[in-house]
């Protein structure tokens, strides 16, 4: 781990695009909020025990309800059926290669759009919608260059998208509108400019999933298993992927993508980039969505899955507000933020109240973690953070949200999206 007092300015840039970088930035500002410091919310920590049982009871009613992975298993076994069966491998590939178009495209669509799949005729919204299209997509060969391989995504696939294909796919109409879709597309097609540039990381065949082979030159065998360190996944991810995101912030001439200046954190004298936190939240997704394939596929073990964080987004933030733990400051933001006399409020994600939900839900989701933990007296191997975010604070964040905003299920601060970072 680097220093937390980095000597120059890209030393403290590439600090802050590692992943023990989000946890410490974040626990500032949460040691901010414990005395009261923060500029925009208030802390009830006393809230938090609400928060776990709530949580708590998601859980034991219904644990492992995915609306994408019903789709995914019988796709799995038709694989296995086909007259050239693939190996392991190359299933570890597929779904590396579905999982990150998939957490690409899985921004906030905002609260107009759906998707309604043909075969059921079912209707899906939001992260549900945007997950059941895009294995659509995957399965109908949109992201594959190849007509005879269309399990897959590669340069050449993602070089043909266009606003017009990614609209028809997701459904988009003057009366199904969805938020950012312009975004989305540009990061595929970025996607398939960095697939191209980063061999080391993605291979000859230029797709996703060759981030295994990388991998598998990163890993050791130990007492018969291949282990591997979540650095290198995570290394790959952020370095790999940094050209496919939209312009920001720079410290020392190297683009920091999902990180913004708190001002909580300002202090007098401070080095340059000291009031910075990073959330790296989609490449934190990412990590996450892609470990699941290596490991149950593949059979290797990660090591360092310590250092991942909550995911800082609009549904584990909400699930917060929602339940009081923490509260906006009366009347901390100006009329403006709030559009048509609505008592929610909009803001872009780069406003320092938005900066400071963030951090606050990246700490709380551990405290969280912990409170359910203990609840069941389970250690962190046992209940990890990762299944604690699936299966409890996202999904309770949607239902609390549903519940008290019935007409639009939307959360208690709303994001102008634009498809790249909630």
């Not at 998601?58 to 694989?79: K, Q, T």
């Not at 659509?136 to 995504?153: C, E, I, N, T």
């Not at 940094?242 to 993508?257: D, E, F, K, N």
Request: contains cysteine; proline residues 6%.
């Amino acid at each position: 781990m680097l220093a937390l007092s980095p000597e120059n300015a890209v030393t403290r840039a590439l600090y802050l695009r590692t992943l023990p970088s989000i946890r410490e930035r974040c626990s500032r500002v949460h040691d901010l909020a414990k005395q009261g410091k923060l500029q925009y919310f208030d802390y009830r920590p006393d809230k938090e025990d609400a928060v776990i049982e709530f949580c708590a009871g998601v859980i034991e009613r219904d644990f492992g309800n995915n609306f994408s992975a019903a789709r995914i298993e019988p796709m799995l076994r038709n694989w296995d059926t086909l007259e050239t069966p693939i190996d392991d491998k190359e299933k570890c590939k597929r779904l590396i290669d579905l999982f990150l178009v998939s957490v690409l495209l899985d921004a906030g669509a905002g609260n107009q759009w759906s998707y309604t799949e043909k075969a059921t005729g079912q209707a899906f919204s939001r992260s549900e919608g945007l997950g059941v299209a895009s294995v659509h997509m995957f399965m109908d060969g949109l992201f594959s260059g190849s007509a005879s391989q269309p399990f897959r995504v590669d340069a050449q696939g993602l070089s043909q998208i266009t606003l017009d294909k990614v609209a028809k796919a997701m459904q988009v109409s003057d009366s199904n509108v969805m938020v950012g879709l312009e975004g989305r597309t540009s990061l595929l097609s970025n996607l398939s400019t960095t697939l191209r540039a980063n061999p080391q990381f993605f291979g000859e065949d230029e797709r996703p999933g060759s981030i295994i082979d990388f991998l598998e030159k990163e890993s050791r065998f130990e007492d018969s298993t291949r282990r591997i360190h979540i650095f290198s996944l995570w290394t790959a991810l952020i370095e790999g992927l940094a050209p496919i995101w939209p312009s920001r912030l720079t410290l020392g001439g190297i683009a920091l993508g999902d990180v913004w200046p708190c001002t909580a954190l300002n202090q007098p004298g401070q080095a340059e980039g000291d009031d910075l936190v990073p959330f790296h939240k989609l490449t934190g997704w990412l990590t996450y969505s892609l470990m699941e394939p290596i490991e149950k596929v593949l059979g290797w073990k990660f090591d360092g899955v310590e250092d991942l964080t909550g995911l800082p987004e609009y549904r584990n933030g909400g699930l917060l507000v929602d339940l009081g733990v923490l509260t906006l400051r009366p009347a901390v933001l100006p009329p403006e933020c709030y559009a048509h006399g609505s008592d929610i409020p909009r803001l872009k994600p780069s406003h320092p109240a938005i900066v400071e939900w963030r951090a606050m839900t990246v700490m709380g989701l551990d405290r969280i973690a912990d409170g359910i933990r203990r609840k069941y007296g389970l250690g962190k191997d046992q209940l990890t953070l990762a299944q604690v975010l699936e299966s409890a604070t996202w999904k309770g964040g949607r239902e609390i949200a549903k519940k008290l905003r019935p007409a639009t299920g939307g959360p208690p601060i709303e994001i102008e999206s634009d498809g790249t970072v909630f």
